[in-house]
T-cell receptor, first 114, second 115 residues
Framework: GENVEQHPSTLSVQEGDSAVIKCTYS??????FPWYKQELGKRPQLIID?????GEKKDQRIAVTLNKTAKHFSLHITETQPEDSAVYFC?????????????FGSGTRLQVQP | NAGVTQTPKFRILKIGQSMTLQCTQD?????MYWYRQDPGMGLKLIYY???????DKGEVPNGYNVSRSTTEDFPLRLELAAPSQTSVYFC??????????????FGEGSWLTVV
C-alpha cells in the first residue's frame, strides 16, 4: 500500500517568513495530493490540492509543487501569519480507480512567532 | 447542508464495553471513511465504503466493524473496547468519479477514552 513520509515534524518561523513542508510517497499510482490544516481540537480542513498532471498550484499565499519522478511534493506558505499556526498534513491517493482513501503523513506542527 | 455529522462528540468507555459511533452525511457522497487519530499523530484509515452495501478494511481495522446500509449512514462499531482504542475518530465522505479530484470532508470528530 501507499506510504507517505512528511518532514519536518515541527517548524518554527518568524511572522512574515516563508515555510516549506515536504512529503514523499511510495506508490507511483497515486495521482492526487491534498494538504490539510488542523487547528487544535478541530477537524482537518483542506487548504490546497494538486493532481499529478499539474506540477504546481497556487492559491494566494500557499502553493504546492509536485515532482512525480522523485515522488515528492511540497507545501509552501509565504508571508506567514500567526493564524497559520496549526498542524499540516499531506496526503496521497489514487482517485481514478480503487478505494481512493487518503494515506496521510504524520503531520508538521507549524508555529509562527509574532 | 449539515455536511458530515458524528455522534457522540465525547465518550468514556470501560474496558470490554461496546459502542457504536454514528456518522451521517447529507451531501449524497458515494465514498465514506473512518479514520482514527492518536495524540500528536496522523490519521489512520480504519474502514471505508465505496457505496451502500460495500465496505472494506483500511490500515487498522482490528477491533472495529462497519456497515453501510444507506448512502447517508456509516456507523462504526467497537467491540470489546481496549485502552489502545483511546483516540479521536473522524468520519469523512467524498464524491469521487474517475478523472475528478477527491475532496474529503471530515466530521467534527468523536473523542473516545477507554479506561
Amino acid at each position: 500500500g501507499e506510504n507517505v513520509e512528511q518532514h519536518p515534524s515541527t517548524l518554527s518561523v518568524q511572522e512574515g517568513d516563508s515555510a516549506v513542508i515536504k512529503c514523499t510517497y511510495s506508490d507511483s499510482a497515486s495521482n492526487y495530493f491534498p494538504w490539510y490544516k488542523q487547528e487544535l481540537g478541530k477537524r482537518p480542513q483542506l487548504i490546497i490540492d494538486i493532481r499529478s498532471n499539474v506540477g504546481e498550484k497556487k492559491d494566494q499565499r500557499i502553493a504546492v509543487t509536485l515532482n512525480k519522478t522523485a515522488k515528492h511534493f511540497s507545501l509552501h506558505i509565504t508571508e506567514t501569519q500567526p493564524e497559520d499556526s496549526a498542524v499540516y498534513f499531506c496526503a496521497a491517493s489514487e482517485v481514478d480507480t480503487g478505494r481512493r482513501a487518503l494515506t496521510f503523513g504524520s503531520g508538521t506542527r507549524l508555529q509562527v512567532q509574532p | 447542508n449539515a455536511g458530515v455529522t458524528q455522534t457522540p462528540k465525547f465518550r468514556i468507555l470501560k474496558i470490554g464495553q461496546s459502542m457504536t459511533l454514528q456518522c451521517t452525511q447529507d451531501m449524497n457522497h458515494n465514498y465514506m471513511y473512518w479514520y482514527r487519530q492518536d495524540p500528536g499523530m496522523g490519521l489512520k484509515l480504519i474502514y471505508y465504503s465505496v457505496g451502500a452495501g460495500i465496505t472494506d478494511k483500511g490500515e487498522v481495522p482490528n477491533g472495529y466493524n462497519v456497515s453501510r446500509s444507506t448512502t447517508e449512514d456509516f456507523p462504526l462499531r467497537l467491540e470489546l473496547a481496549a485502552p489502545s482504542q483511546t483516540s479521536v475518530y473522524f468520519c469523512a465522505s467524498s464524491y469521487s468519479t474517475a478523472g475528478s479530484g477527491n475532496t474529503i470532508y471530515f466530521g467534527e470528530g468523536s473523542w473516545l477514552t477507554v479506561v
